[in-house]
């Protein structure tokens, strides 16, 4: 087992000494008394192969394809594929045909229609397990660079992801989560070494990022931190970096332009601020709430940044960028559950560059080692689905306990017409399914607290339910079979309940 101890940051490699990063000596390391065995080396290269695997098996294993976001998505795919165009007015909803929706994670919807098309659930699922596959290679790779340790890698890596283990659903954020880690990778490594080379990808990284997931803003904040810590030490030498600020600055602006090159422009940055300025919307959807530490997983990220906190104070040496994005990452973190990764990212990288293990238990294996356990993991994964047997019926079976499989079949039959009031959660999948325009979806922000709050308290059959204007106006009703609304709505002389099974009920205006 590694000794975790606290130790102040290595100085950098490029030249500069401990006291011109500001670092205080490190402790001597002990030189390795014989060369490192193949069998050590065997041995390194197994265990990494699983825990690359672990991960995506898991995911694998639940086999998340009932998501209610990724139908949405799927159909907004479809869309671009069909009109050759990206959507920038909402050709989805009933209450809000027409109102501007720019579908910024326009490049995710065409990546998971082609997977659908040509592999059904099972690609949706396989989109998952190859991310959370690359997002735990990433993190490694993170803790491997700041940290030598081999089991002090593994302990990190592992404890890392698994406080991530509800993310992994088939979401663009993955894709954020994956940039997220490459980027503190780099502007770790480039501080630290005072080499600049791999801030040439962070452009790239960005114009991807801007076409993804909104939450490119979250990585250009920390870019931010490292570019303010570069140009404070130009005056303040006790906060000095290997980071040169021309180089930090010049990162931090051609991230900047990176994000640009999306098919909205600079106003990516509007459709950011209407998301956060909506805070109504996080006490509403529970993937937004606070993180409830109801799960073991919860504790394991709260583990992370006690940690993290201590590390710091023990340093006994204020790190801008550390401390910087230890706060915003607490921020962020614990303000929604959904943004866990932040801080777990943050908290991976201060503790691996801060902890010394043991010299005996030192990485040692070549550096080709890890590529192949890269392709070990994958075809373990892949072998995974054969064994698990996750195949397309499968995960129709799956949609089908919680989705309104049914009841959409028998609406078509029936060929009855909207307009439609239906369940906030079942609102992306009746965009994909039925094909008409819903009363409401998973689009949180786009539709506002108002919709979602009207929404909520009608199917609640809260008082006023009766003069809410969609409901009443309605031509079909599809709701859960046990919803409140659908209880009293049996009763009502205005409708009448044509179908119902075990998930779903459909009720229709009386003639």
């Given at each position: 087992?590694?000794?975790?101890?606290?130790?102040?940051?290595?100085?950098?490699?490029?030249?500069?000494?401990?006291?011109?990063?500001?670092?205080?000596?490190?402790?001597?390391?002990?030189?390795?008394?014989?060369?490192?065995?193949?069998?050590?080396?065997?041995?390194?290269?197994?265990?990494?192969?699983?825990?690359?695997?672990?991960?995506?098996?898991?995911?694998?294993?639940?086999?998340?394809?009932?998501?209610?976001?990724?139908?949405?998505?799927?159909?907004?795919?479809?869309?671009?594929?069909?009109?050759?165009?990206?959507?920038?007015?909402?050709?989805?909803?009933?209450?809000?045909?027409?109102?501007?929706?720019?579908?910024?994670?326009?490049?995710?919807?065409?990546?998971?229609?082609?997977?659908?098309?040509?592999?059904?659930?099972?690609?949706?699922?396989?989109?998952?397990?190859?991310?959370?596959?690359?997002?735990?290679?990433?993190?490694?790779?993170?803790?491997?660079?700041?940290?030598?340790?081999?089991?002090?890698?593994?302990?990190?890596?592992?404890?890392?992801?698994?406080?991530?283990?509800?993310?992994?659903?088939?979401?663009?954020?993955?894709?954020?989560?994956?940039?997220?880690?490459?980027?503190?990778?780099?502007?770790?490594?480039?501080?630290?070494?005072?080499?600049?080379?791999?801030?040439?990808?962070?452009?790239?990284?960005?114009?991807?990022?801007?076409?993804?997931?909104?939450?490119?803003?979250?990585?250009?904040?920390?870019?931010?931190?490292?570019?303010?810590?570069?140009?404070?030490?130009?005056?303040?030498?006790?906060?000095?970096?290997?980071?040169?600020?021309?180089?930090?600055?010049?990162?931090?602006?051609?991230?900047?332009?990176?994000?640009?090159?999306?098919?909205?422009?600079?106003?990516?940055?509007?459709?950011?601020?209407?998301?956060?300025?909506?805070?109504?919307?996080?006490?509403?959807?529970?993937?937004?709430?606070?993180?409830?530490?109801?799960?073991?997983?919860?504790?394991?990220?709260?583990?992370?940044?006690?940690?993290?906190?201590?590390?710091?104070?023990?340093?006994?040496?204020?790190?801008?960028?550390?401390?910087?994005?230890?706060?915003?990452?607490?921020?962020?973190?614990?303000?929604?559950?959904?943004?866990?990764?932040?801080?777990?990212?943050?908290?991976?990288?201060?503790?691996?560059?801060?902890?010394?293990?043991?010299?005996?238990t030192r990485l040692r294996m070549p550096r080709f080692s890890t590529p192949l356990a890269v392709a070990a993991?994958?075809?373990?994964?892949?072998?995974?689905?054969?064994?698990?047997?996750?195949?397309?019926?499968?995960?129709?079976?799956?949609?089908?306990?919680?989705?309104?499989?049914?009841?959409?079949?028998?609406?078509?039959?029936?060929?009855?017409?909207?307009?439609?009031?239906?369940?906030?959660?079942?609102?992306?999948?009746?965009?994909?399914?039925?094909?008409?325009?819903?009363?409401?979806?998973?689009?949180?922000?786009?539709?506002?607290?108002?919709?979602?709050?009207?929404?909520?308290?009608?199917?609640?059959?809260?008082?006023?339910?009766?003069?809410?204007?969609?409901?009443?106006?309605?031509?079909?009703?599809?709701?859960?079979?046990?919803?409140?609304?659908?209880?009293?709505?049996?009763?009502?002389?205005?409708?009448?309940?044509?179908?119902?099974?075990?998930?779903?009920?459909?009720?229709?205006?009386?003639?």
């Open positions: 087992m590694a000794t975790l101890i606290i130790a102040p940051p290595s100085p950098g490699e490029s030249g500069q000494t401990e006291e011109d990063l500001g670092y205080p000596p490190a402790q001597p390391e002990m030189t390795e008394p014989t060369a490192p065995k193949k069998a050590d080396q065997l041995a390194q290269a197994m265990v990494l192969a699983i825990l690359f695997a672990a991960p995506a098996l898991m995911c694998v294993h639940s086999a998340c394809a009932n998501d209610p976001d990724i139908f949405w998505h799927l159909r907004t795919g479809e869309w671009i594929q069909q009109h050759h165009m990206i959507p920038r007015v909402d050709p989805f909803s009933g209450p809000n045909a027409g109102k501007p929706w720019p579908a910024y994670s326009w490049l995710f919807e065409l990546l998971s229609i082609q997977l659908f098309q040509r592999f059904g659930l099972v690609g949706i699922v396989g989109y998952s397990a190859g991310m959370v596959l690359a997002i735990t290679v990433a993190v490694q790779h993170l803790i491997k660079r700041l940290q030598t340790d081999f089991s002090v890698v593994i302990l990190l890596t592992f404890a890392s992801f698994f406080s991530l283990g509800h993310l992994m659903t088939p979401r663009p954020w993955m894709f954020t989560i994956l940039f997220f880690v490459l980027e503190v990778d780099i502007l770790m490594h480039a501080r630290r070494t005072g080499k600049v080379r791999e801030l040439a990808w962070l452009p790239l990284i960005f114009a991807l990022w801007s076409n993804l997931h909104i939450q490119f803003i979250d990585g250009l904040i920390v870019l931010g931190l490292a570019a303010g810590e570069s140009f404070v030490s130009l005056w303040m030498t006790k906060f000095r970096t290997g980071l040169g600020a021309k180089w930090a600055i010049g990162a931090l602006g051609a991230a900047v332009l990176g994000t640009l090159a999306n098919p909205f422009g600079w106003h990516i940055y509007r459709v950011a601020y209407d998301l956060a300025s909506q805070p109504g919307v996080l006490d509403k959807i529970n993937e937004l709430q606070a993180v409830p530490f109801r799960s073991l997983t919860d504790f394991v990220m709260l583990f992370l940044a006690l940690g993290t906190a201590a590390a710091l104070a023990w340093t006994r040496r204020l790190q801008l960028f550390e401390v910087g994005a230890f706060l915003f990452a607490a921020l962020v973190s614990f303000r929604s559950q959904r943004d866990v990764w932040v801080m777990t990212t943050v908290a991976a990288a201060i503790l691996a560059s801060t902890i010394v293990g043991k010299n005996k993991a994958a075809l373990i994964v892949l072998g995974g689905f054969r064994v698990m047997r996750v195949n397309d019926h499968l995960l129709k079976d799956q949609v089908a306990k919680t989705m309104p499989v049914d009841a959409v079949h028998f609406i078509q039959a029936k060929g009855y017409s909207g307009p439609l009031y239906n369940d906030f959660n079942w609102g992306g999948y009746l965009i994909w399914s039925l094909r008409t325009p819903v009363s409401i979806d998973g689009r949180a922000a786009f539709y506002g607290d108002k919709a979602i709050d009207s929404s909520v308290a009608t199917w609640k059959a809260e008082p006023e339910w009766k003069t809410n204007p969609e409901l009443t106006s309605a031509g079909i009703v599809l709701g859960p079979a046990k919803s409140s609304l659908v209880q009293v709505l049996r009763m009502d002389p205005r409708f009448r309940l044509v179908y119902e099974d075990k998930v779903a009920a459909v009720l229709i205006p009386q003639k």
